[in-house]
Nanobody
Framework: QVQLVESGGGLVQAGGSLSLSCAVS????????IGWFRQAPGKEREFVAA????????YYADSVQGRFTISGDNAKNTVYLQMNSLRPADTAVYYC??????????????WGQGTQVTVSS
């Protein structure tokens, strides 16, 4: 199985930046898509961004397009989510997940525990 561990969450003011990391270990598969999802209080979990192993394809939700950047470091087996121009609406628990196929839905095969991101106004 695949293990995923998120880190980098915290408290920032509106307009600030934050970088999240997702460390991937265990028995990986090919191809492999790593996705970022988030869930705010009282809301459903939603897609944020995803990247294919090797960094050949990236995908973004409309709500974060132009503000967030997903990238990967194969040597460290880690995927990053750089978040700029943060808004209070970005406040949520952020999860990374792994899947053999790309999807905008939260039906990925493996999930991390999540990391809290709070943006104050």
């Amino acid at each position: 199985q695949v293990q995923l561990v998120e880190s980098g969450g915290g408290l920032v003011q509106a307009g600030g930046s934050l970088s999240l990391s997702c460390a991937v270990s265990g028995r990986t598969f090919s191809p492999c898509y790593i996705g970022w999802f988030r869930q705010a209080p009282g809301k459903e979990r939603e897609f944020v961004a995803a990247i294919r192993g090797g960094g050949t394809n990236v995908y973004y939700a409309d709500s974060v397009q132009g503000r967030f950047t997903i990238s990967g470091d194969n040597a460290k087996n880690t995927v990053y989510l750089q978040m700029n121009s943060l808004r209070p609406a970005d406040t949520a628990v952020y999860y990374c997940a792994a899947s053999r196929l790309f999807s905008y839905r939260d039906n990925y095969h493996y999930w991390g525990q999540g990391t809290q991101v709070t943006v104050s106004s």
